[in-house]
């Protein structure tokens, strides 16, 4: 089975910027999609941004033109750069590895965005 393990969460003040990482183990990473979601304390896990095989992205609008989501295939990885952070970020980070035969989570790493 497929691990995920997130890196890169932690505090920082608004206006800041924060880099996420997932590594992936298992085979076929390439040819699977991945994502970022995030979940608020009280409130559902929301998409925040997702990268297919093809490298097509998705972005919620509350991050447009803030974040950026990347994958390197060769390293099994994908990362999430997010700039100018504001506090409604903050959230548990959920790095999501999927196709039509699975999904995987990651086990989340927290982002807390300070005013």
């Known amino acids: 089975q497929a691990q995920l393990v997130e890196s890169g969460g932690g505090l920082v003040q608004a206006g800041g910027s924060l880099r996420l990482s997932c590594a992936a183990s298992?085979?076929?990473?390439?040819?699977?999609?991945m994502g970022w979601y995030r979940q608020a304390p009280g409130k559902q896990r929301d998409l925040v941004a997702s990268i297919s095989s093809s490298g097509d992205t998705r972005y919620a609008n509350s991050v447009k033109d803030r974040f950026t989501i990347s994958r390197d295939n060769a390293k099994n990885m994908v990362t999430l750069q997010m700039n100018s952070l504001k506090p409604e970020d903050t959230a548990v980070y959920y790095c999501v590895r999927y196709n039509v035969q699975y999904t995987y989570w990651g086990q989340g790493t927290q982002v807390t965005v300070s005013s």
């Open positions: 298992g085979s076929d990473f390439s040819t699977s999609s």
